[in-house]
């Protein structure tokens, strides 16, 4: 069975920082595009950044360039977040996911690949 598990989220400062991290399970992580989505309250989902099999390449939506930081570890199985200089605009729930692929590159929709149960970013002061 294939498992994503966000951790890290919570509620923090403008100008603050937090490190989401995703665990995942029942799947060859090594293997594929993995990505972080947002979805911020009643609004549609946004696809945040996307990092390569490898890690070697990463992308990211023009609203995070410069504060957040994708990476990942194969070895342990998990994908990152390290989001600083956090506005209340990132206030969403964010979510692991995967479309099996080997190209960072959207559709991104819940039923498309797997996803993670999502974990609260609150961005207040």
């Known amino acids: 069975e294939v498992q994503l598990v966000e951790s890290g989220g919570g509620l923090v400062q403008p100008g603050g920082s937090l490190r989401l991290s995703c665990v995942a399970s029942?799947?060859?992580?090594?293997?594929?595009?993995m990505n972080w989505v947002r979805q911020a309250p009643g609004k549609g989902l946004e696809w945040v950044s996307g990092?390569?099999?490898?890690?070697?390449?990463?992308n990211y939506v023009d609203s995070v360039k410069g504060r957040f930081t994708i990476s990942r570890d194969n070895a342990k199985k998990t994908l990152y977040l390290q989001m600083n200089s956090l506005k209340p605009e990132d206030t969403a729930v964010y979510y692991c996911t995967t479309r099996y692929t080997s190209t960072i590159g959207g559709p991104y929709r819940r039923d498309v690949g797997s996803w993670g149960q999502g974990t609260q970013v609150t961005v207040s002061s």
């Open positions: 990092i390569n099999s490898g890690g070697g390449t990463t």
């Open positions: 029942g799947f060859t992580i090594s293997r594929y595009v």
